[in-house]
């Protein structure tokens, strides 16, 4: 029995390195235009998935757009429920003209602190000090449409 378990603990260390197991952080956003400050009135919802890589330098993320007519862009925003924040990282776009958006939007992307656009925030300085802040609750999604360019669905940030 010893001979296995000493087997078991050193493939434990032989595939993740350590010892201990790593695994990724997922945040999930589900957005509505009810979510907007002010709220809108839309048919336009979204989601966002985003994953953490295990040394929080990179975050990968997919953004799905239903019924959204015109989508310009779409951010990850500084910013606590029912308060607008400045954006942090760019999720899509820009693009004046828009596109019609009905599905997955942006797949298979990633951010990395040279993605961080505003520095100065409430949020913090860095990937890492944003990822706190979405562990925190001070993050949200949003898509801008041509329509609504102050948002037209927005959703909080939450770790699952």
């Known amino acids: 029995m010893r001979v296995f378990a000493a087997i078991a603990a050193l493939l434990l260390v032989t595939f993740t390195g350590t010892g201990t197991a790593h695994a990724d952080e997922i945040f999930k956003a589900t957005m509505t235009g009810d979510q907007e400050v002010p709220p809108v009135t839309t048919i336009t919802t979204g989601r966002a998935k985003i994953r953490i890589n295990d040394d929080a330098s990179a975050g990968e993320f997919s953004l799905t757009v239903n019924d959204g007519t015109r989508a310009i862009q779409a951010h990850i ?4 429920p029912g308060v607008n ?6 999720l899509a776009g820009p693009r004046n003209e828009g596109w019609d958006v009905d599905g997955e939007w942006v797949s ?32 949200y999604a949003n898509v801008h449409t041509v329509a609504n360019p102050g948002g037209e669905a927005r959703g909080l940030i939450q770790q699952q």
């Open 77 to 80: 925003h500084c910013g606590v």
């Open 85 to 90: 924040g400045p954006v942090v990282i760019f």
């Open 108 to 139: 298979n992307a990633t951010f990395t602190d040279a993605n961080v656009i505003l520095r100065d925030t409430d949020c913090g300085a860095t990937l890492a000090d944003i990822i706190q802040a979405m562990r925190d609750g001070k993050t």
